[in-house]
């Protein structure tokens, strides 16, 4: 009876708290994994923008 009580209320506080703790670590590694992925994208947007500018400040001239 013990086996089916456990089974009604799920898993336990331990494996509850295990698998937070996996998932909090999951979503730190996916933040870290964008705020490289963004700041890549950044640069290359700084790139763009300084040929940009000086390509537009050379035909200027």
Known sequence: MDSVDRQKR???R???VEKA?????ALQQEVDR????SSTA???VRVLFDRN???????SS
């Open 10 to 12: 799920g898993p336990s």
């Open 14 to 16: 331990a494996i509850t």
């Open 21 to 25: 703790v996996d998932y909090i670590i």
């Open 34 to 37: 964008l705020r490289k992925e």
């Open 42 to 44: 950044a640069q290359d």
């Open 53 to 59: 500018s000086s390509s537009n400040n050379t035909t």
